[in-house]
């Protein structure tokens, strides 16, 4: 008997749905975000028919309302790597090492998401995934009293553990695996209002850091935010609070251009939940929350040098008033970096997709000679060049937004504390450099362009 296997595409597509209807059971004003996010695309869409047209041309319109990404911590190098064989059952990877120990938050992080064209294109889905490090309690009994409660739960049902070895030997699920496979893996993902932990230990926790006990008393990895995508992050940022919804300070990420580059983000602050401790204490835990994105173009890393040396220095000024004024500040130190699309790809600041042209199709259709080069070919329009859209995340722009609920205790960075080995031997693989992927996504369309046009070598 011959399995038909569902494309691992349309299991992260059906998870990522099921998790966006549970989140908006478990934390309403999620749902109210997402109509706000809604609006605001709807009306810049209207407002910019050259926008829409463009989106339209990349088949972007379709993953406008798909592109959402969560985020979620968990305890332990066992978590992790289970994690990680769950997520590459729905097409998703690990690509690239986050350090937040530099910004005092006791985590370092990776992303998992799809990695090749066709299933970006088809669901672009990521969550955003953290590892605790008990490494950094620097009490020695709060630190093995935190191991030892991780050490007792599985944060994975046993029919998930079962389909996840069935899904490893057959390479993949048919229709009906599928579906039991989204729904046990869902379970990981539940917001548990039991706590495993009495009132106290809870307290000593966060008492330690505020996303210790966040980690470390509840079942499990309680998915934290979702984040659809906005057309026009500034638009939302302001329409906020008239949808009763409360913002972070400022935008994170580079300011406002004519062609955005890397990822903007903003967030409402977490809420205060109720919680049963163990002893039948009542009380609350803050952390889930809703976040909203804008992308840009994905740089190369002479690119990403120069928007984290900018960014670096509009840091050193005093921090702004508010978003409008902190927007302004930015937009001035970042007339360093050029904004038009010549300059970006003569520059080699950012990524390209290069594809034949309509004219260039019109001219080959002719049968006119092609030009005898890729440059010549560019300069002659023979060659569209669109901007590669960035698919990862931003170190200081993640931390701001773990800061941003983490209440007002300041915490101090954890000194030189950067890790990836022991972050890779905890997820039982490297990571993805991402300058790789979005290498080879300019090399293969560069690669078919010369082939079209026979340009061989
Ligand atoms: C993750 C925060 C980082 C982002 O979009 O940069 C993040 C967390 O709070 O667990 O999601
Ligand atoms: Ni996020």
Request: glycine share 6%.
């Amino acid at each position: 008997m011959t399995l038909s296997l569902v494309s691992p595409d349309d299991i992260r597509s059906a998870f990522s749905q099921a998790m966006s209807d549970m989140y908006r059971q478990e934390v309403p004003q999620y749902g109210d975000l997402l109509e706000l996010v809604a609006n605001i695309n709807r009306e810049t869409l209207a407002a910019d028919p050259a926008l829409a047209a463009r989106l339209d041309a990349q088949n972007e319109t379709s993953r406008l309302d798909v592109e959402r990404h969560g985020a979620i911590r968990v305890g332990t190098a066992e978590e992790l790597s289970t994690l990680r064989r769950v997520f590459a059952l729905m097409g998703m990877f690990p690509v690239s090492y986050y350090d937040l120990s530099e910004a005092g938050v006791p985590v370092h992080s990776t992303a998992f998401r799809p990695i090749d064209e066709d299933s970006l294109r088809r669901n672009p889905f990521r969550v955003f995934t953290s590892l605790l490090r008990l490494e950094l309690i620097e009490n020695d009994d709060l630190r093995r009293q935190a191991a030892s409660i991780l050490a007792e739960r599985d944060i994975f049902t046993p029919a998930a553990r079962e389909l996840i070895e069935l899904g490893e030997r057959q390479g993949g699920f048919d229709r009906d695996q599928a579906e039991r496979f989204v729904t046990e893996i869902l379970e990981t993902f539940r917001w548990h209002r039991d706590a495993t932990v009495d009132h106290e230990t809870y307290q000593a926790l966060h008492d330690a850091h505020r996303l210790i006990a966040d980690v470390v008393c509840f079942r499990g990895p309680h998915i934290n935010h979702l984040t659809p995508r906005t057309l026009d992050i500034d638009a939302a940022q302001a329409a906020m609070p008239d949808y009763g919804i409360t913002p972070k300070a400022v935008i994170e990420g580079p300011p406002k251009r004519e062609w955005p580059i890397l990822l903007r983000q903003t967030s409402f602050k977490a809420l205060e939940e109720p919680v049963r401790f163990a002893g039948s204490d009542g009380g609350t835990h803050t952390a889930r929350f809703g976040e909203i994105e804008q992308r840009g173009m994905a740089l190369t890393p002479k690119g990403r040098a120069l928007y984290d040396e900018l960014l670096a220095k509009s840091r050193q000024a005093p921090p702004a008033a508010d978003n409008l004024a902190h927007q302004r500040q930015l937009s001035e130190y970042f007339t360093a970096f050029p904004d038009d699309l010549d300059a970006l790809q003569r520059d080699a600041l950012a990524y390209f997709h290069y594809a034949i042209s309509e004219s260039g199709r019109q001219r080959l259709a002719d049968g006119e000679p092609a030009p005898a080069s890729l440059d010549e070919a560019l300069a002659a329009d023979w060659i569209d060049a669109t901007p590669i859209t960035y698919e990862d995340f931003l170190p200081v722009s993640a931390a701001g937004i773990f800061q941003s609920n983490l209440g007002d205790a300041r915490h101090q960075a954890y000194a030189n504390e950067s890790n990836q080995g022991a972050f890779e031997l905890a997820l039982g693989r490297p990571v993805h450099d991402e300058f790789e992927l979005y290498g080879r996504l300019q090399e293969d369309s560069l690669a078919r362009v010369r082939q079209q046009l026979g340009l061989d070598g």
